[in-house]
């Protein structure tokens, strides 16, 4: 989106002469104003007369939303917005939800939906926000939707795509179960697309923990608590059961778009990218 609005500012700031209206050689675009200005003024028409992109996006654990979501950002000029992020900015910067929110945490409680929504939504005010925004991890419930809606109508906006990366739970626990991470440096592995070098299998084909070491230091691997089948069992059920109906009250929008995640990145990518047209 960026590259668009310099390509508009340069043609805007290009003092090319032509034949004007009178017959004359008077520039057809005045060299009047600065690259920064036309840039500024594009984006300002562009954020006014159409409406701002705001996407949810949802996958599943090991559906490759972390790679698909910094694409977009690129892609369309929008942050992603993360809950805990938000959070945490507004605690630090003590906004009015921020300092609510504060408050539940030390007493031990949960932060309510309201607060949550609250913090979105001076969130989404910001000046990087124009163009729209990327939301990821929220809505999480039937209820977190319908009160951004609410928060969006306030605004004059509106959700305007719904993506979900789909794949096969039999595939999300190969691709989960078989992770293996260096804790200190973050390393990572898998025992099937990038097993380490010293890795052995038993009788029964698994690798042996003990022989899971990393390249570089030779120090042990481990598997994170939430990598085993049945944490995996457990976290699938919760997210298919959170989002089936969020997905159900979007779809009378027009607005939900299901991406098969279960391909190679460069055709989920492309896929996505078909996804996000008008």
């Known amino acids: 989106m960026a590259s668009l609005f310099s390509k508009l500012a340069a043609l805007l700031c290009d003092g090319t002469t032509g034949t004007g209206d009178y017959g004359d050689n008077d520039p057809v675009y005045p060299n009047t104003q600065t690259i920064e200005e036309a840039i ?18 949802f996958g599943p654990p090991g559906s490759g939303k972390g790679t698909v979501a910094p694409n977009i950002e690129e892609l369309l000029s929008t942050p992603q917005l993360s809950t805990g992020d938000m959070l945490r ?10 300092l609510k929110a504060q408050e539940v945490m030390k007493a031990g409680g949960l932060v309510s939906d309201e607060i949550v929504v609250g913090i979105i939504r001076d969130r989404i005010r910001e000046d990087d926000c124009k163009l729209g925004f990327i939301l990821d991890g929220f809505p999480r419930t039937l209820e977190q939707a319908q009160a951004l809606d609410k928060v969006l109508a306030g605004e004059g906006d509106r959700v305007t795509k719904v993506v979900a990366l789909t794949v096969p739970d039999e595939v999300l626990e190969e691709r989960i179960c078989g992770r293996w991470i260096h804790k200190s440096t973050g390393r990572s592995y898998h025992v099937k697309f990038a097993p380490p070098k010293s890795m052995a299998m038993d009788d029964s084909g698994k ?6 070491k990393d390249d570089e230091t030779g120090e042990a691997l481990m598997q994170r608590p ?27 929008e027009g607005v939900v778009k299901k991406v098969n995640a279960n391909v190679k990145p460069t055709l989920v990518w492309e896929e996505v990218r078909n996804a996000l047209k008008r």
Do not use: C
């Open 89 to 98: 900015a507004a605690v630090a910067q003590k906004t009015e939800v921020g």
């Open 207 to 212: 690798p042996t923990p003990e022989s899971m």
């Open 40 to 57: 500024q003024k594009s984006e300002d028409k562009f954020s006014t007369y159409w409406p701002r992109n705001i996407i949810i996006l």
């Open 226 to 252: 939430d990598d085993t089948s049945e944490a995996l069992v457990k976290r699938l059920e919760g997210y298919h059961k959170e989002t089936v109906p969020i997905l159900e009250h979007y779809q009378p």
